[in-house]
């Protein structure tokens, strides 16, 4: 990956997400989603990574800092309803 753009928004249980990169090859992929932070899949749009069209996200408490991160990250290549 060449360069990767990534916008954030948070939500009240969750976030929105969207990506936008240029590859190595010069070749573009854009993809968003929406999550709540309950790992549970919720649906990607465009060209998710690794051919995904779902992630799942938790939140997870450090408690060495005890500060709040996005946890584990899932993406999913599967049907959604």
């Given at each position: 990956m060449k360069i990767e753009t990534r916008i954030v928004s948070p939500g009240p249980l969750g976030m929105a997400v969207s990506v936008r990169r240029v590859n190595g090859d010069s070749s573009?992929?854009?993809f968003e989603y929406t999550t709540n932070l309950d790992g549970k899949s919720y649906a990607m749009i465009g060209q998710g990574p690794y051919g995904?069209?779902?992630i799942a996200a938790n939140l997870t408490l450090l408690t060495r800092s005890n500060r709040l991160s996005v946890g584990t990250r899932k993406w999913l290549r599967q049907r959604l309803p």
């Open positions: 573009t992929q854009e995904a069209n779902s």
